[in-house]
């Protein structure tokens, strides 16, 4: 157990629509970056937070958004929801200081039919 | 031609064996090396990281890094079935805390 929680565990829904994905990081981690997983493009960076500031972008669709709220916990939000879409995203925080030194949440499977 | 290339596999061992996985890249300005270790449905495990060039060991894994061939590898020794997961290479640049991950090789290990 990594200690970052990741909710809900499994997703499924319809095209065109809307979901939220929660994280919260291990106790004391500022860094907080989300992942999106498929088995086309593999692991995938998709943005990171630091203490509620965006601190670096990836390859995040317009269609999807990110905060860190101030208990720092983060959700992630995917909007117009596409099949393509459908795919593991996985949320990870790093110690102050040790950045290269990244923990894993047990991911969201997304399905979107 | 991507980034970082890793063979996919699946490479099979026996039980006790020593395995070695590989990455080739591509963008020399790579300094941070990891990997990571993936069982099936589960989020990426950090197993260790080294910073540009050298060895570094943990247990039974040593993680080797050749900067002048852009080419990393992970060495298991006595490995063991609880191994066997898929092994995720990734690579950032200095600065950058952002990694840039291979496509990952399956590993099994029989007993």
């Known amino acids: 157990d990594s200690g970052v929680t990741q909710t809900p565990k499994h997703l499924i829904t319809a095209t065109g629509q809307r979901v939220t994905l929660r994280c919260s990081p291990r106790?004391?981690?500022?860094?907080v970056y989300w992942y999106q997983q498929s088995l086309d493009q593999g692991l995938q960076f998709l943005i990171q937070y630091y203490n509620g500031e965006e601190r670096a972008k990836g390859n995040i669709l317009e269609r999807f958004s990110a905060q860190q709220f101030p208990d720092l916990h983060s959700e992630l939000n995917l909007s117009s929801l596409e099949l393509g879409d459908s795919a593991l995203y996985f949320c990870a925080s790093s110690p102050l200081g040790e950045p290269y030194e990244q923990y894993f949440g047990p991911g969201t499977r997304l399905t979107v039919t | 031609q991507k980034e970082v290339e890793q063979d996919p596999g699946p490479l099979s061992v026996p039980e006790g064996a020593i395995v070695s996985l590989n990455c080739t890249y591509s963008?020399?300005?790579?300094?941070?090396f990891m990997w990571y270790r993936q069982y099936s449905r589960k989020g990426p495990e950090l197993l260790m990281y080294?910073?540009?060039?050298g060895n570094k060991e943990d247990g039974r894994f040593t993680a080797q890094v050749d900067k002048s061939s852009k080419y990393i590898s992970l060495f298991i020794r006595d490995s063991q079935p609880s191994d066997s997961a898929t092994y995720l290479c990734?690579?950032?640049?200095?600065?950058?805390?952002?990694?840039?991950f291979g496509r990952g090789t399956s590993l099994i290990v029989h007993p």
């Open positions: 990734a690579m950032s640049v200095g600065g950058s805390y952002i990694p840039t």
């Open positions: 080294t910073y540009s060039s």
């Open positions: 106790s004391g981690d500022l860094s």
């Open positions: 963008n020399s300005a790579f300094q941070y």
